[in-house]
């Protein structure tokens, strides 16, 4: 027994032993196992103060147990400043509720760096349910934390994406109809985020137009698995309207189910920034064809350009454009302006600077335009040029009208100058052919010619004659008997191309090429118009050929004809003469033809001058022949009938009756001398008729430098009424040739007349500042000799001083009869 007992107690012992092993070696496993987990394994008493940590956890904080045990963790500075606040107060309340509780803190790595991990503690209850510790594991959520941080950071990236761009995303179950909406999707449809998204809130917003376009278009999606590429319209519940582009692709779901996936974009800006830019390129290409400036651009190195439509329009290409090489365009600018564009654009590309040019285009018609164009480079971000754009106007109208502007100033000017020498030479000029004359001389200078013939019809003959001519210098008027004469059969009487229109209207001039064999003939506005055969009529014209003959010998290679017109019918026209070829510009045409009204004025008033002298010439010989008859023819028949009397008387010797008779004879005799005193008056200048010779002096001063530059002045000194009446018309005529030759020839600004009567002489002075001349130089003119003849006549003075350059005094002297006869007591004339 007691053996038994002692064994017993062995048995016992051993068990015993055996147990403990059992469990020492049971605990160093798990304690080896929690080493090994990879999570941070620690316990606390009841009370929360540490008691362990696993060894990965050592580890990793690189303190051991004895530094962290209790509450030493809290100073221990493993934990995140930032987090260790919150930590303890959370640690604190689960300790205080008993029940399991988890918190995030940063916790510090041996070598600094900070981690996110993630707190859970559990309490350990016996079987009593008495608290006996706490067990807690720390798990690294730190790559975890980073990707949430990553993933709201995109999420709330792509929501501001979206709300700028102003798409949304979504998401459609075509079987179940679940539709999953972005908040910009929401944003853009107008409906809360706590609303439940459907396609009937979809269909609700979409505008009542467009409805059956995006229900035929989603039935197509879904029965084809299509794309989603359309855009429609919404109607807001302000009443405004949006437009919206959704874009979506079909996908299967994992069941399988038919899903599409897209984005819904808000487009209203966009739609309307185009309609802007639709209006804006509309009123664009309003502005530029009312100004008629085109746009271009061009890609220097290939040549491949982009035009507007009022370039196409400009250029004759059709619209929208076949975007034209540059070649194409630069086949159609004309080749002598080729170079100078290919030069300017080449320059602008080169240098980067614009280049301003003009060409002229010519279109497939065959018109030609004037262009202007600018280029303007094109840069790329670096500077680069890499193109040219630029600006195309045509500027035709505008250089025909400062052309047509040009033409009518030097028309203008040419004109009012010929009319201001026209005025100058009526002024000083009382004959008619020196007006001829200078309309003529005015012709030839403008035109360069080398002479002018002026040339009638005479309908009655059926001829063309010449009635006057212009040549070196000098008029001619051949008289009617010495006029050439052409027939006027061949130039208009038959059918021709340019006489037959010439001689109905006029409203044209022709040039003749007389050098040309046959005669050639055109309408002069058209240089490049078709020629004529000038004599191109059933019969020629042999005296017409003879003309031109005889100015082809002479040198002429041209002529200019110009109609005449009165009461708007062809009555004649001017012949101007060229020893060179020549083309006419409209302006000189123009010119010409306002000179030759001129010239024709000024023939109809040498017809009407010679009308009107021939008619006064009659008048005068009438008048006289009335006052010779009425006044002398019957005196000296009275005188003869008392003579006859008387003579009769004596032969009866009756010496009384002869006294008697011979008396009245007498008488008879004076009263017809008289009479004849007052005819010889009455043939006086009418400029004395009127008035007395200081008051005809200031008529004629005034008369003949009104409207010129020359100023006249009048002095009169002493008793005028003492100047002889024989004197009165010679002084008179001597100042009207002396104002007349200042006039013409001195180029003077002042004229001085001085009439001085004495007691004994008469004086007239006149002066000029004009550019004088040699009064011993042998002249042409009668003007000076006609003078001295005058005064010689009256029986004066006749003096002249003169030097170029220092003006010219004229002084005339001469007794005065009047008070001689007065003195003598003679008043008998």
């Known amino acids: ?95 205080a509720s008993g029940q399991p509780g988890e918190v995030q803190a940063r916790m510090r790595r041996f070598d600094g760096e900070y981690r996110w991990f993630l707190f859970r503690v559990a309490p350990l209850r016996d079987d009593s349910g008495r608290l006996v510790a706490w067990w807690g594991v720390d798990l690294d959520i730190h790559d975890r934390i980073r990707a949430e941080d990553k993933l709201r950071q995109s999420e709330t990236y792509l929501a501001e994406a979206q709300r700028l761009s102003r798409t949304g995303s979504f998401g459609w179950n075509v079987a179940t109809g679940a539709l999953v909406w ?68 079909p996908a299967k779901t994992a069941a399988g189910a038919l899903e599409f996936v897209g984005a819904l974009m808000d487009i209203t800006e966009q739609k309307r920034l185009e309609n802007r830019l639709r209006a804006s390129e509309k009123n664009l290409a309003e502005g530029q064809r009312l100004t008629k400036t085109g746009s271009w651009i061009l890609d220097y190195p290939t040549g491949n350009t982009d035009w507007s439509v009022e370039t196409c329009r400009i250029f004759g290409f059709p619209d929208p454009p076949p975007s034209p ?115 003529l001389r005015v012709i030839c200078q403008q035109l360069d010619a080398t002479g002018v013939s002026v040339w009638e019809i005479d309908r009655k003959i059926g001829c063309i004659h010449q009635v006057a001519g212009f040549e070196a210098n000098t008029l001619d008027l051949p008289t009617p008997d010495k006029r050439p004469l052409i027939p006027q059969a061949g130039l208009g009487a038959g059918p021709h191309p340019v006489w037959s229109d010439f001689f109905r209207d006029g409203s044209f001039c022709v040039y003749c090429r007389i050098d040309a064999n046959p005669l050639r003939v055109l309408v002069a506005k058209d240089p490049n118009g078709p020629w004529h055969d000038n004599f191109a009529v059933p019969a020629p014209n042999r005296p017409g050929i003879e003309v031109c003959q005889r100015l082809s010998l002479l040198g002429v290679k041209g002529t200019l004809i110009i109609p005449m017109l009165v009461d708007g019918k062809v009555t004649g026209f001017f012949s101007t003469r060229f020893n060179q070829l020549r083309s006419f510009r409209q302006e000189e045409i123009e010119l010409t033809l306002a000179m030759s009204h001129q010239a024709m004025l000024a023939i109809q008033l040498i017809r009407l001058s010679e009308l009107s002298r021939e008619t006064a010439v ?26 006859e009397a008387a003579k009769g008387a004596a032969a009866q010797g009756n010496p009384a009756e002869v006294t008697d008779r011979i008396s009245r004879a007498s008488e008879l005799a004076r009263s017809s001398l008289g009479a004849a005193r007052r005819s010889v008056r009455a043939l006086r200048p009418r400029a004395l008729r009127d008035g007395r010779l200081a008051m005809a002096l200031q008529d004629l001063l005034k008369g003949m430098t009104e409207g010129t530059g020359l100023n006249a002045d009048f002095k009169a000194e002493g008793d005028e009424r003492r100047i002889p009446t024989e004197y009165e018309e010679g002084l008179l005529r001597i100042a009207q040739e002396s104002l007349t030759n200042t006039v013409k020839h001195a180029q003077a600004r002042i004229f001085t007349a001085t009439l001085i009567v004495s007691a004994d002489q008469i004086r007239l002075q006149l002066v000029d500042d004009g550019c004088g001349f040699d009064p011993q130089a042998e002249s042409d003119g009668f003007g000076l000799i006609g003078m001295k003849e005058r005064v010689d006549q009256m029986g004066g003075q006749f003096i002249i001083r003169s030097k170029v350059g220092a003006g010219t005094e004229i002084l005339v002297v001469l007794i005065n009869k009047t008070t001689m006869k007065s003195e003598n007591g003679n008043g008998q004339g």
């Not at 000029?429 to 200078?438: D, G, I, R, T, Y």
């Open 1 to 95: 027994m007691v053996f038994m007992n002692s064994r017993s107690d062995k048995i016992d012992d051993l068990g015993r032993k055996l147990s403990v092993g059992a469990l020492e070696q049971s605990a160093d496993h798990l304690r080896l196992v929690i080493d090994t987990l990879p999570v941070f394994v620690w316990s606390a008493g009841p009370e929360g103060s540490i008691d362990f940590l696993n060894q990965r956890g050592l580890d990793y904080t690189g303190f051991s147990l004895e530094q962290l045990r209790g509450w030493n963790w809290k100073d221990s500075n493993i934990l995140h400043p930032d987090d260790l606040q919150g930590l303890w107060e959370t640690w604190r309340a689960i300790v």
């Open 182 to 249: 972005s908040e910009e999707t929401f944003c853009i449809l107008g409906y809360d985020r706590t609303s439940q998204p459907t396609l009937e809130l979809v269909f609700k917003r979409i505008h009542p137009d467009d409805i059956a376009f995006v229900r035929q278009t989603l039935d197509h999606a879904t029965h084809h698995q299509a794309n989603l590429d359309f855009e429609h319209r919404l109607l807001m519940p302000d009443d405004s309207v949006k437009c919206v582009h959704v874009l979506a692709q």
């Open 325 to 439: 090489h540059y070649s194409e365009f630069r086949a159609r600018v004309r080749p002598e302006d080729r170079e100078a564009v290919d030069r300017a654009l080449r320059e602008s590309f080169e240098t980067g600077e614009p280049r301003p040019l003009e060409y002229i285009f010519v279109l497939p018609n065959g018109v030609r335009k004037a262009i202007e164009t600018i280029s303007q480079p094109v840069r790329d971000e670096t500077g680069t040029v890499v193109s040219l754009m630029g600006t195309v106007m045509d500027v035709t109208e505008r250089k025909q009208a400062a052309e047509a502007l040009r033409a009518s100033d030097l028309l203008a000017r040419g004109q009012l100058e010929a009319l201001k020498g026209t005025l100058a030479v009526i002024t000083r000029e009382s004959k008619p052919e020196k007006f001829l004359e200078h309309v």
């Open 618 to 643: 009659v008048a005068e010989r009438n008048r006289m022949a009335r006052d010779i008859h009425d006044t002398l023819a019957q005196g000296f028949t009275g005188i003869i009938m008392q003579l």
